[in-house]
């Protein structure tokens, strides 16, 4: 962590002995400002500015779940960490907090060993993102790479490729109606759907050479080095089974919404007279071929 700052920590709870014992685990390490309501929770998240929130999941009036949702939508707190703290037993709650963008739980009563452990792995997170994102290669949202760094890698993938006579591969996708998605549920569940798409197109990027990225809004692509068209499609129409398996409950607890992908696939043995963005676009037209298809395809005209 970085080397003589003290990072922030906002403890809600409607409960004064818990923030007491929250103060008198974490203040030795950590300045700890605290709220008693979810309402006061979402005006100190603005004002302050912390670096890490634990937020208590049941309290009178705007609970827990209720405030994470406000978080996430505003734009100065939506990148805030939250730990959700609810009694043994939530496990429900546990689940819930997650699908709306917490990044652990914490059972009460406290455990001290438990509460430092899990507070100071999100602020070592906290301080590595930091780091990344000052590089400009991260997605804040998806936390996968973005464009910028998408470009990056596939002109060395691209230089490789070409000097190797290895075929490359390209999947491009976008996430299909999800301006409906975004109109029906709301921006916030939006962005939770996009972060759970996004880990599906992480696991399918699995080699060191291979890359997830988003490339902007609902439209993301994965990088497959060293791969025919083939492998490509096999990849693709796993993405394609997964995203259609997926359900993501709103932030009710009760709804479970879902969303499809079309995806296009392009593949090449690149040459040095050969360009990245003739590549990309074909892709990109393949991605609008299957849209035109009826949406949730894979689609490509490329040679097996």
């Known amino acids: 962590m970085g080397i003589g700052k003290r990072y922030k920590i906002l403890a809600v709870d409607d409960e004064r002995s818990n923030l007491a014992a929250l103060s008198r685990i974490l203040s030795p390490e950590y300045e700890i400002i605290t709220a008693m309501s979810g309402e006061d929770a979402l005006k100190t998240a603005s004002s302050a500015s912390p670096d890490l929130i634990l937020l208590d999941a049941i309290m009178p009036k705007m609970d827990g779940f209720s405030a994470l949702v406000h978080l996430k ?77 998408f470009d990056d890698r596939m002109e060395v993938e691209w230089r490789r490729c070409v000097r190797d006579q290895k075929p490359m591969s390209f999947l491009m996708m976008d996430l299909d109606n999800f301006k409906i998605y975004n109109d029906t549920y709301g921006h916030p569940q939006g962005d939770v759907l996009l972060r759970e798409a996004a880990k599906i197109f992480s ?33 693709a129409e796993k993405i394609r089974r997964d ?7 709103a932030y009710d607890g009760k709804t479970m919404t879902s969303a499809t992908i079309s995806i296009g696939a392009a593949t ?21 071929a299957a849209k035109a298809a009826g949406r949730n395809v894979v689609f490509t005209r490329d040679a097996g």
């Open 73 to 149: 939508e505003q734009e100065e707190t939506k990148n805030i960490p939250v730990i959700i703290m609810a009694g043994l037993g939530g496990e429900n709650d546990e689940e819930r907090g997650f699908f709306l963008g917490a990044v652990d739980y914490i059972s009460k009563p406290f455990k001290n060993a438990i509460v430092k452990a899990r507070v100071r792995t999100h602020i070592m997170i906290v301080n590595q993102l930091r780091a990344i994102e000052c590089l400009g290669l991260i997605d804040s949202l998806t936390d996968i790479p973005n464009r910028r760094s």
């Open 203 to 235: 696991q399918a990027a699995r080699r060191p050479s291979d890359m997830a990225a988003r490339l902007g809004g609902e439209e993301f692509g994965v990088l497959l080095s060293d791969t025919d068209i083939s492998g490509a499609l096999l990849i």
């Open 243 to 249: 995203m259609e398996a997926l359900r993501v409950p």
């Open 268 to 288: 090449t043995v690149p040459q040095e007279t050969d360009f990245i963005k003739d590549f990309i676009e074909r892709a990109d037209e393949y991605l609008y």
